[in-house]
C-alpha cells in the first residue's frame, strides 16, 4: 500500500498527541471520590493492527480480543423519548444517529486504541501520489444481512446517489466540498471504488467512515425522491424490513420503552479461531425519561451499563467494592455544553421573524453576549452541578482534542461587576434591579433545554440566578428533546438554548457543519433549506470562520492547520456566538460478567461490541 508522506505526518501526528492526551493529568486523578475509578492512563494495551483472514473467498477482518462465548443479552439506555429514524442518512441527533449506524458499517474507522484511520469493510487503501486520489478495496464475499453481496455498485451508489445529491441530512455532504467541489467517486471493478478529490484535502480518510447504503434496497426510496425519503426506514418502520451491514440488526422497536436488536448472522467479523461474531444474542436499550432513572435501571439490575453522575460518583465509587461492576474513568468526555442564542435575522416564508426584532439587537451586540458569558460561574456550575467531576469549559474544542487553543481553554472567572460595564457600552440600564435596552425594553428571554436531562435541567437554574445578577430574567423551560431539536434546526423559532454536541477530538473538521455558515447544525444563524445557498446575513466573523475552515481542509501541513484551528477558537471566544460551560469527566460503570471490555478514551466501553462477550 503506497503511503502519502503527509498522510503519514497526519497520523503519527494524530497517535502522538493521542497518546499524550490519554497519559496527561485532566484534573481527576487526584480528586479523592475517584481513587477507586480505574484512570486509562494505567490501563495499557497491546494489540497489533487488524488482520484479514479468507476463508472460502470472504476477507473476514479479524477480532483482537480473546475468544469469547455465544450469548447473552446487553442491555443499556437512553434518555428522552428514542430515536427519530433508523435511517443513518437522515440522523441530525446523537440518539437516532447511534441506532442506525449499528446497523451500518462505513469503509473505515477510526482505531479506539491509536486514532488512527483503519479498514473496516475495506480491506485496503491505496493513495496515490497525485495526493488526489483513493483506491479503496472492498472486502471479498461481504454480504447484507439478506444475503446479497456488498459490492462497489453499492458504495457508488451512496456516495453519489444519496449523499451527494442532498438526501437526507446534508452535514456529511457539506463536509466534503473542496473550493465548492465535491470529489469524485467512480467503480472501478465489482470491488474496488475510485474517489478523487479537487485538491488535496487533509480529513478525507475520516469522512469514509460513513455508512454503505444497500443499493437494491435504498434506490427505490431514492427514485421516489427526497420527501420520500425523509421517511425511509423511519421508526414506524417493520424490523424485518432492515436490510443491514452491522454487527446487529433491528428485531423490535417499542416508542419511548425500548428497542432492540439482534446479532447479524452474515456479519463479516470473526474471532481468532474464525466463528462469526458477534457473540452476543442481542442488544437491548430501553428508553428512560431521565438521567434519575437511567441510574434506577442500573441499581435495580434492569442495564448492565450506565454513565455515572458526577453527583454519584463518590457513592458508586463506595458501592463497588461489593458489587458486580467495575468503574472505568474515561477522562473529559468529548461533548462539549454550551448556552447559544439565535441571532437569525431573517424571515420566515410567511415573512415573520424567527426572533423577536428586539431579542434580535440583544442577541446580536457583541458586549451583551460577552457580558453573559462573564456572568455565568462555571466553577460553580462544576462544583453543584457535576459535583466537582469535570472543569469548565471556554473553547469549542473539547478539552480531549488534539487541537485545542490552551490560551483560549484557561479562560476567566465570573466577573458580574465586567459584565455590567459591557452592557453600559451598548446602551443597557439597570433600574431596581431591571435590566432595560436603550429603547426601554425590559431584557427578558426565553432558555430552552431536554427535558429529563438533570444535568442540563441544574445547568439553566444556575445560569438564570447568574444573569439574575444582571438584571436579566431568564424564563427556563425544559422541553421534550425532539422537540427542541425540531426548534432548532428545522422551524428555528427559540431564544436561547442549553445543548451539547459530541465533537471529534482528532479531527475539528468534523465541526464544519457546525461553524461554516451554511452548516446544517450552524444554530446561532442558521439558515433555512430555502436561502441555505444565500450569503444574506452573514456576520463578518462568521465569514472569517468560513475562510478558516476552507483552508485548514486542504491544508496538508499539521502545525498551520494547528495555527488555523486555533484561530477559530479564538474567534468563537472573542464573539460568544456560542458560550461554552463545562466538561464533565466520563465515569461508567459496566458488569464484571462482560468480558473483551477494553475501554478507551475515544471509543469509550462498547467499542468493540462485536467481540464483547458473557463470562457464564
Known amino acids: 500500500m503506497k503511503k502519502i508522506l503527509y498522510i503519514i505526518v497526519i497520523l503519527f501526528f494524530f497517535a502522538l498527541l493521542l497518546k499524550g492526551c490519554l497519559k496527561q493529568d485532566m484534573g481527576y486523578d487526584d480528586t479523592p471520590r475517584f481513587s477507586d475509578a480505574r484512570p486509562l492512563d494505567v490501563i495499557e494495551y497491546n494489540f497489533a493492527p487488524f488482520e484479514t483472514k479468507t476463508i472460502d473467498g470472504a476477507d473476514y477482518l479479524v477480532a483482537r480480543g480473546e475468544v469469547g462465548k455465544f450469548g447473552g443479552d446487553f442491555v443499556t439506555s437512553t434518555i428522552g423519548e428514542g430515536p427519530k429514524t433508523f435511517n443513518p442518512f437522515n440522523t441530525n441527533d446523537a440518539t437516532s444517529a447511534q441506532m442506525a449506524g449499528l446497523m451500518y458499517d462505513g469503509l473505515l474507522s477510526t482505531d479506539a486504541f491509536t486514532g488512527e484511520v483503519t479498514p473496516r469493510m475495506a480491506k485496503r487503501i491505496e493513495i496515490l501520489p497525485d495526493n488526489l486520489t483513493y483506491i479503496v478495496e472492498l472486502r471479498h464475499g461481504l454480504k447484507w444481512s439478506d444475503g446479497k453481496e456488498i459490492t462497489a455498485d453499492d458504495v457508488v451508489f451512496t456516495y453519489n446517489d444519496i449523499v451527494f445529491a442532498g438526501y437526507g441530512d446534508t452535514s456529511t455532504r457539506d463536509m466534503l466540498y473542496v473550493e465548492g467541489k465535491l470529489p469524485t467517486v467512480e467503480k472501478l471493478d465489482k470491488y474496488t471504488i475510485k474517489f478523487k478529490t479537487p485538491v488535496p484535502f487533509a480529513p478525507f480518510l475520516r469522512n469514509l467512515s460513513m455508512s454503505i447504503a444497500p443499493k437494491h434496497i435504498f434506490k427505490p426510496a431514492v427514485d421516489k425522491g427526497k420527501e420520500y425519503f425523509r421517511s425511509f426506514y423511519s421508526t414506524t418502520t417493520k424490523p424485518s424490513d432492515f436490510i443491514v451491514s452491522g454487527a446487529f440488526k433491528l428485531k423490535e422497536y417499542i416508542p419511548a420503552q425500548r428497542v432492540v436488536y439482534e446479532r447479524n448472522q452474515d456479519y463479516y467479523v470473526i474471532d481468532k479461531e474464525g466463528n462469526k461474531l458477534p457473540y452476543l444474542d442481542r442488544w437491548v436499550m430501553l428508553i428512560v425519561g431521565d438521567l434519575n432513572n437511567d441510574i434506577l435501571k442500573f441499581e435495580a439490575k434492569e442495564t448492565d451499563t450506565t454513565t455515572i453522575p458526577g453527583s454519584m460518583a463518590s457513592r458508586y465509587r463506595e458501592l463497588e467494592k461489593n458489587s458486580d461492576?467495575?468503574?472505568?474513568?474515561?477522562?473529559?468526555?468529548?461533548?462539549?455544553?454550551?448556552?447559544?442564542?439565535?441571532?437569525?435575522?431573517?424571515?420566515?416564508?410567511?415573512?415573520?421573524?424567527?426572533?423577536?426584532?428586539?431579542?434580535?439587537?440583544?442577541?446580536?451586540?457583541?458586549?451583551?453576549?460577552?457580558?453573559?458569558?462573564?456572568?455565568?460561574?462555571?466553577?460553580?456550575?462544576?462544583?453543584n452541578v457535576l459535583s466537582g467531576v469535570g472543569q469548565p469549559l471556554y473553547t469549542a474544542e473539547s478539552i480531549s482534542s488534539i487541537f485545542i487553543n490552551d490560551e483560549v481553554a484557561k479562560g476567566h472567572p465570573q466577573d458580574i461587576e465586567y459584565a455590567k460595564e459591557l452592557l453600559k457600552k451598548s446602551g443597557f440600564t439597570l433600574k431596581n434591579g431591571v435590566l432595560y435596552d436603550k429603547h426601554g425594553n425590559k431584557v427578558e428571554f426565553e432558555l430552552l433545554t431536554n427535558a429529563g436531562n438533570t444535568q442540563r435541567e441544574a445547568t439553566g437554574v444556575s445560569i438564570?440566578?447568574?444573569?439574575?445578577?444582571?438584571?436579566?430574567?431568564?424564563?427556563?423551560?425544559?422541553?421534550?428533546?425532539?422537540?427542541?431539536?425540531?426548534?432548532?434546526?428545522?422551524?428555528?423559532?427559540?431564544?436561547?438554548?442549553?445543548?451539547?454536541?459530541?465533537?471529534?477530538?482528532?479531527?475539528?473538521?468534523?465541526?464544519?457543519?457546525?461553524?461554516?455558515?451554511?452548516?446544517?447544525?450552524?444554530?446561532?444563524?442558521?439558515?433555512?433549506?430555502?436561502?441555505?445557498?444565500?450569503?444574506?446575513?452573514?456576520?463578518?466573523?462568521?465569514?472569517?470562520?468560513?475562510?478558516?475552515?476552507?483552508?485548514?481542509?486542504?491544508?496538508?501541513?499539521?502545525?498551520?492547520?494547528?495555527?488555523?484551528?486555533?484561530?477559530?477558537?479564538?474567534?468563537?471566544?472573542?464573539?460568544?456566538?456560542?458560550?461554552?460551560?463545562?466538561?464533565?469527566?466520563?465515569?461508567?460503570?459496566?458488569?464484571?460478567?462482560?468480558?473483551?471490555?477494553?475501554?478507551?478514551?475515544?471509543?469509550?466501553?462498547?467499542?468493540?461490541?462485536?467481540?464483547?462477550?458473557?463470562?457464564?
Open 325 to 383: 461492576y467495575t468503574l472505568y474513568n474515561l477522562g473529559p468526555t468529548t461533548n462539549t455544553s454550551f448556552i447559544i442564542f439565535n441571532m437569525n435575522t431573517r424571515k420566515n416564508k410567511k415573512g415573520e421573524f424567527y426572533v423577536d426584532p428586539k431579542k434580535q439587537l440583544w442577541f446580536n451586540d457583541e458586549n451583551f453576549r460577552k457580558a453573559v458569558d462573564w456572568a455565568i460561574d462555571r466553577d460553580s456550575l462544576v462544583l
Open 464 to 616: 438564570k440566578e447568574d444573569l439574575s445578577k444582571l438584571g436579566i430574567k431568564v424564563n427556563f423551560k425544559p422541553i421534550e428533546f425532539n422537540t427542541l431539536v425540531n426548534r432548532m434546526t428545522n422551524t428555528l423559532d427559540y431564544e436561547a438554548a442549553i445543548m451539547s454536541l459530541t465533537g471529534n477530538p482528532l479531527e475539528p473538521h468534523s465541526g464544519n457543519n457546525v461553524w461554516h455558515s451554511n452548516g446544517t447544525l450552524h444554530l446561532f444563524n442558521q439558515r433555512s433549506d430555502d436561502d441555505m445557498k444565500s450569503t444574506d446575513k452573514i456576520l463578518p466573523f462568521e465569514a472569517e470562520l468560513d475562510k478558516i475552515f476552507d483552508e485548514a481542509k486542504i491544508q496538508t501541513n499539521v502545525q498551520k492547520r494547528k495555527e488555523l484551528y486555533n484561530r477559530y477558537q479564538k474567534i468563537v471566544a472573542d464573539y460568544n456566538p456560542v458560550i461554552y460551560l463545562y466538561s464533565p469527566v466520563n465515569i461508567v460503570a459496566i458488569r464484571n460478567k462482560f468480558k473483551n471490555i477494553y475501554p478507551t478514551q475515544l471509543g469509550g466501553t462498547v467499542h468493540n461490541i462485536e467481540e464483547i462477550y458473557i463470562d457464564k
